[in-house]
């Protein structure tokens, strides 16, 4: 057995978590001792009484490492431990951190120097375009995005990570092969080349009340900060942020119109003291600071001129009117793909060539 198997065979066994296993590696000195440890050992560690000890001692009974293994094989998945250099190095030091994660794709060092980003499942027109806006303001600069693929906020997050063509990564509630929404199988497949889908939980493990909110603490403790764009007054984004806040990180708010309820939340944290974002020099600033040699690209500020644009661009950006045009008449009119066409609008967006107006509409600006 490997030392990596070992971790996985402690994080397969039931009744104990991250917390627990911790303990044990502190009293046994490795998860190969601990494995090999006596129940009347085992009693001896705080919080483990007879329950626990037993179903550590009877860890390989029902060959639950070797399923799992093949399984892991079968999908292409890799495992990380807190002992690997690709660990990310902030979330090691939160109090309940992961002892091991399946990752589906590749992290990169780069991926240490990364944000997270979360908001409301039932988003606004408003909040997705936030959404969207300041995730390829923060990938186009060199930092990776980190959100959860929930519906809404998050699908807009890593969505706009991908159109600049920057880093983002998925932290599930869910076995790897269990992904939920099913709806976001294809933005997974497509999270999986360009940065990585990462879970603590075994491969068939399916999501439930809890696993929810204790994966957010890895989205909130991944990165150096936390940005909630949309949020109602009771959300799980709001204790996503309590934890970036417990956890030693600076929270970011978009703040939003006061008759809405999607918005009270993100008004209430900037109450509390996170800092009001409103574009994304205002995160890149704090992480410039931070990460000073983080791979910054050209500021989003500066468009090229408009003979520099790709194919694409150039064809929708001629569609275009100084009259506010709904996206399905742009389609109809560049006769581009409606997936190609909501890509470049974004990019023509940052690069400040095109507004977005409510109501999906478009106008040209540049």
């Avoid at 007879?50 to 060959?63: H, P, Y």
């Avoid at 699908?155 to 983002?168: C, I, S, V």
């Avoid at 493990?205 to 990165?223: C, E, H, L, S």
């Avoid at 001629?318 to 974004?346: C, F, Q, W, Y």
Wanted: net charge neutral; proline share 6%.
């Amino acid at each position: 057995m490997t030392r990596t198997e070992a971790y996985l065979a402690l994080n397969l066994i039931p009744q104990i978590g991250p917390v627990r296993i911790r303990r044990l590696l502190q009293a046994f000195g490795s998860p190969e001792a601990v494995l090999a440890a006596k129940a009347s050992e085992i009693e001896q560690i705080e919080s483990f009484g007879k329950v626990q000890s037993e179903a550590i001692v009877a860890w390989d009974s029902q060959g639950k490492l070797e399923q799992e293994l093949r399984k892991i094989q079968e999908r292409g998945l890799t495992l990380l431990t807190q002992e690997d250099e690709l660990y990310p190095p902030l979330l090691k030091h939160i109090h309940d951190a992961p002892i091991l994660l399946y990752v589906w794709g590749e992290l990169k060092k780069r991926d240490h120097q990364a944000i997270g980003v979360v908001g409301s499942r039932h988003a606004t027109i408003y909040g997705m375009n936030a959404a969207k806006k300041l995730s390829f303001q923060i990938a186009y600069a060199g930092y990776t995005v980190i959100s959860g693929l929930a519906r809404g906020i998050d699908t807009a997050a890593h969505e706009a990570a991908l159109a600049a063509k920057g880093r983002t990564i998925a932290v599930i509630g869910s076995g790897i092969g269990k992904l939920y929404p099913p709806e976001n199988q294809a933005l997974a497949e497509r999270i999986a080349q360009n940065g990585a889908v990462i879970s603590e939980y075994p491969v068939d493990r399916m999501a439930d009340k809890q696993t929810f909110p204790y994966r957010n603490r890895v989205v909130a403790g991944w990165g150096s900060g936390l940005l909630v764009v949309e949020a109602p007054v009771r959300s799980g984004s709001l204790i996503t942020a309590q934890q970036a806040t417990e956890q030693g990180r600076t929270v970011y708010a978009v703040p939003g119109p006061i008759d809405r309820p999607t918005s009270v939340g993100c008004n209430r944290l900037i109450q509390q003291g996170a800092k009001l974002v409103i574009d994304g020099d205002d995160l890149l600033d704090d992480l410039t600071m931070l990460f000073p040699t983080a791979p910054v690209a050209p500021k989003v500020e500066a468009p090229p001129p408009v003979v520099n644009l790709s194919l694409d661009e150039e064809i929708l950006f001629k569609a275009m009117s100084t009259e506010e045009l709904h996206i399905d008449e742009l389609t109809s009119r560049s006769g581009l793909a409606p997936g190609t066409v909501n890509v470049n609008l974004m990019r023509l967006e940052m690069k400040r060539l095109v507004r977005a107006l409510p109501g999906r509409r478009y106008i040209r600006v540049g």
